[in-house]
């Protein structure tokens, strides 16, 4: 088992500012257990609402002090821009400039916060889909790499020890050539009109000015596409939408169903299929993320529920059930973990992962892809990819040819 | 519970002949124990191979009488039209014609039999899918209409008990209008090419000769499509298919993967979609058959190799899971269960339960769909709308359009 | 898969006269479905009641012919001792002596037909407990060493293929020495006071007259017993009960919680320990048997109610879930399957494989233990063992001392 | 879902001093991840081994500064009795005294600090056992009860969310009485002898001298007692014990099988009866804890691995299963959740959940039981009793009589 430290003497936590998260959030509280959780890092200042007032008595009721308790984010960025930095290893005191933004508001409102910081040289962890449309994501890309700050977007599911187990095994080879993969994202919590009662989180996943172009297919179809596309290591190449709105005046998709096609692993190989489901509307499933990986020597399945096992069947072998915390799991997955076998880790905790490896990679100065890469968290590259897959199976629904091509029109 | 003779006193057994299903066959034994399961039919005459030869073998291997051993189907009709049959209550002798014939061989050899002795005034079983084309199908129809005979098409998983209560709970209106359904029929034993290795059950399935234009889409699809269009009641409306074949030289697909779109409910209602998976390339999967039908209230949710249970979740609700054999169940699914709860029923069980429901109808007398539906069993009509089915798929994945309409072109 | 004639030329089905199992009764129709699955034995004959007038109206309404439908067991002992024999290999007419009788009265009256029957010759399959005394169960194992016939006591669950696949992996030490065993049979259907409502199989099962001295202990706390011996193969040295009547006014234990000790497996071994639970107080357990062998290397683990999956739990690797029907299994498992994998079989299918076994020692004319041992059906050394576990639990429950040897006093 | 701050308005974080719990310990970094999971508490001070050179290093490593990296306890006592406590609602600055201490040493060293903070007015929170002995408890609930200072025991397993709907629903009646209370705690990674290894757990948890008279038992047996005692409110009347040490040269015991009987619920009731099993050679299991509880009208089952689900079968209904986060939960269940259904919870959230409730006891200045009750957290009324458990166990495993009696002798 892994401790906090990773075992190699201490380092002083970084800090902190949030964008969004205030009064009401889900995920804003979220980001502030993950971020924290290994003690590597400290909420330390906030634009937490982007109405202003909302904003600073949200930051007062957390705890933060009254300078730090921003009305905008633009006004967080010129105060923090003018604290002067902590030296490396230093103990940040109340005096120093943040370390890193975390931006968790509307999709919509993603990407300036995102640019202007990263910008001025911040590092960001922003939460999915990055942005609204693949020009945004490009001109983040393009300013990260410029920064070389570190870019962290939370597609958390990938944080799991055992999707980490998966994609070591797929991308070792142990199930041969992959074949299919079938990955669903259920929910129930949208079968009814629960943006007509006011209630937060659902109006503002409905509504395209806040959302974008994507409703089920943004707000979780992008997890479904990131959970693939990490664990096997294929391309997309083609797909075929049908996307729904079962809920009578829903402006938005809130069920989807995509076939998809990859692009061959090796010159003149088979192609992969695949086909992704994700859906808002299916009564009884809560967040129920699920994948399966069909290769030519063995099957791999995960779910998010039951975070802690990995289900692998080897041709003409017992099925396997491999458990998160054991020995003989790789090292990617074995570094994710906390406690022992046994003692469940779930939600939070692979959560907490994505910071860790974002936390990392800003304390050793490796920013963009590089980071990513090295410490092990979803970076730019995802983030676009994923804004590019919500556009593509929007146009693609909209079409009557049956396969719309990942890249090009 | 219901025991075998349903209470009302003794009925003699009938009497039937089987075509195909001799040595090395797995389906032929597999309807012989659930034919005389409840000890309503006797297996009395067969032509158990298409090699003369075999087909006496086989028949005196498992005890059929010299002159019931025959070499050939028309060998059969011919010899059995000479019988007298037995008066109504009478014990079957050895000298009264069969009662009907069960038909278990390969797809393409269905047709011709399922046409003679329907004409002849025979009672048929037949293995699904009834036919290789829709042609072959009406054909049948029509023949079985003129003869008034009975004809039940095993598509066996309609006959378990939580199927008929998920009928039930789907039909009555419990779920609300009925929105999306996901069906998925997965093996893995055609991962490898073991029609290679000269295995008979894998060597005429993937024999377009010999199995029709649908290779997993006809050997296992279409009992997903039997499946779900049992238990909702929809109607398809239009497909957009995605047929592979995954192992190289393999001649017909091994999976398919098929977006649907049924019939509104109601005029003007919103129509309900689908996702039917086939795939026989799944390894780890043996014979998983699943289904989840989401409607505006409620989701069911059942699995083959978990039989006894059906899963409900109402919405707002804990998720139930409703047991096999328990007083709460529809008068359908109680009175196709033969022991109580916990002492689970299975495979064998509920295909004996097909051949309940026509044998019934066979000593009622009620021929076509009207036994099929007074009997609860699978009959022509299901059978032809199969065939269509796997014709609609070939097509529609050979097509650039997106959606194939299901009727029509 | 092993099909009905076991491939190996064709035998005629043997005949069966039945006594008890009539109307109203839940294990006859069992028993009647179990031997006839494989189509070796035909039911002929019965004294279905104990009441006269109703034994031979369930017999008509089963349709046995007239001159079988007896009255008494004795009536039917001396009809058909007075028909003669059918030769080895003949095909049985109506006119010839029944093979074997089938007992499936309430417990108080399994011993008197059975000494009867088997004094005259005649094979006998007896559900459990074989009888209600020691003394008892030894008359019988005397009267059949003495007889050289074939007597089978139905513990049915030792019938399921992945049983004798735990049966074979304990035995032949893949789990190292056996530390524990913890068996458990949990039903609910006696919470409440059932036999109050006349419910005939509630009525007699707590009715010290016909059930004997245990309640839930005998009915399948005896079945809990025979499944830990027949897997792991150790012998009880001594137990400490504790027994309960839940339900006010029931007359015999409703629950049972019993610590157990077993003898060394080998000399200066530490002997293994246990613990069996068998309660019909358990509300939302159907009919939950239950076993986990825990091994110095491996445990494993089996429930009644998923009957095709063996978990195995080898040290420091991951779990596996073997599955009936697979070549990697024994070849016990293997033969007592008859359909593919993934294709569930369930708990007539085990049941029809003691009649299986039982069957083929009757045609290879193998008697006694040697037939129970060579063709895989559980035998009157297993039903003495059980009839002493019972007595000794009661006795032991009485007592204040902790430990009741299982042998001596 | 709460939030973080239960919404009242900011309170500062408590500061805590950790006894024991440095390097290569698993239960300290546990503690110091639950205590701050929600922002309240921070660690500030450390006596982190009894080694006074390695306790000084781990603090360092961990981040404390130098004048907290305490060599000992009595260091600690010593050094933060001097400083001034923050006054109520002022943030702990560096030089203000730590609010409580937090006890994780093997258990032999629970009870001298545990007592000498309380006696100094400093809060504690003791991991479980307790102590070694009754005597030494009694100590302990007498100091606190004359300081009047809050004592939480980490019984951990009665933080989940679904535990406290368990609790909620057999105590308010839902269940009928209760009869029978089946309690499992399996491991197996003592299956051999690791202690052999010099494994650090391993070593002191089979050292008498560090664990006390109980092995298994006390180190998780303990555990099941309370998660039984806590959900169900049965009182302990007699306990009739066997205690095992299956691995050759292990001094104490691996495996414990415990027969239980309570007291009435009322006057002249029947009393409830228990198995409680807890075995630490269970290979394959990891952490395996588990409860059933029959009731006269309902039984409820929960497991430890799958902490976010509570099954719930009433009789005659079709089983529930009831999931943490949902609105139809007890309001004990939704205040110990952060995030919504479906984003599972698991064994540090639940950790987590015992600190929130003694920290808001602290904050309230609620001491002793009242707080324990009021602020719904173990405290020592729990841990006294769970000593007492150990040593009944541990004494009625000697005896030969039947029945030790929990109270008395």
Excluded at 196 to 203: N, Y
Excluded at 321 to 332: E, F, K, M, T, W
Aim: glycine letters at 12%; hydrophobic letters at 40%.
């Amino acid at each position: 088992m892994s401790n906090s430290t990773n075992g190699h003497g201490h380092q002083p936590a970084l800090t902190f500012g949030m964008i969004g998260g205030g009064q009401g959030a889900f995920i804003g509280a979220v980001h502030r257990i993950a971020a924290c959780m290994d003690h590597q890092a400290r909420f330390a200042a906030g634009a937490l609402s982007s109405d202003p007032g909302r904003a600073v008595a949200s930051a007062r009721e957390l705890g933060l002090p009254t300078d730090r308790a921003y009305p905008t984010w633009q006004a967080m960025l010129d105060a923090e821009t003018k604290r002067p930095p902590a030296a490396p290893g230093e103990e940040r005191g109340p005096g120093h400039r943040i370390d890193f933004v975390v931006i968790v508001t509307p999709n919509h409102a993603h990407h300036a916060p995102a640019l202007a910081f990263t910008r001025a040289g911040f590092h960001v962890v922003c939460d999915k889909p990055l942005c609204t449309s693949t020009a945004q994501a490009e001109e983040l890309v393009a300013a990260a790499a410029k920064a070389g700050t570190v870019f962290a977007v939370t597609y958390n599911y990938s944080g799991y020890p055992m999707v980490r187990q998966a994609r070591h095994m797929a991308r070792s080879g142990e199930l041969g050539a992959i074949r299919k993969v079938v990955v669903e994202y259920n929910q129930g919590w949208l079968a009814s009109k629960l943006e007509a009662t006011g209630q937060k989180q659902a109006d503002w996943r409905t509504d395209p000015a806040r959302s974008g172009a994507g409703g089920a297919i943004g707000d979780i179809g992008s997890h479904a596409e990131h959970l693939l596309s990490t664990i096997t290591g294929l391309e997309l190449d083609a797909i075929c939408a049908d996307l729904t709105s079962f809920v009578p005046g829903r402006r938005l998709d809130d069920d989807a169903s995509v076939l998809l096609r990859f692009k061959p692993h090796a010159p003149g190989a088979a192609p992969a299929k695949g086909v992704l489901i994700a859906s808002q509307i299916g009564i009884g499933h809560e967040n129920d993320l699920r994948i399966r990986v069909h290769g030519e020597r063995a099957t791999l399945a995960w779910r998010q529920e039951e975070p802690n096992a990995l289900h692998h069947c080897p041709e003409g072998e017992p099925e396997r059930i491999l458990r998160r915390g054991n020995a003989y799991l790789c090292d990617a997955a074995k570094a994710a973990s906390r406690i022992p076998p046994g003692h469940p880790e779930a939600f939070l905790e692979a959560f907490a992962n994505i910071y860790r490896g974002a936390i990392a990679a800003m304390r050793q100065g490796v920013g963009g892809e590089a980071g990513a890469a090295r410490f092990d968290f979803p970076g730019l590259a995802d983030g676009a990819r994923g804004v590019r897959f919500i556009e593509r199976v929007v146009d693609g629904a909209a079409s009557e040819r049956k396969w719309t091509p990942f890249h090009g029109t």
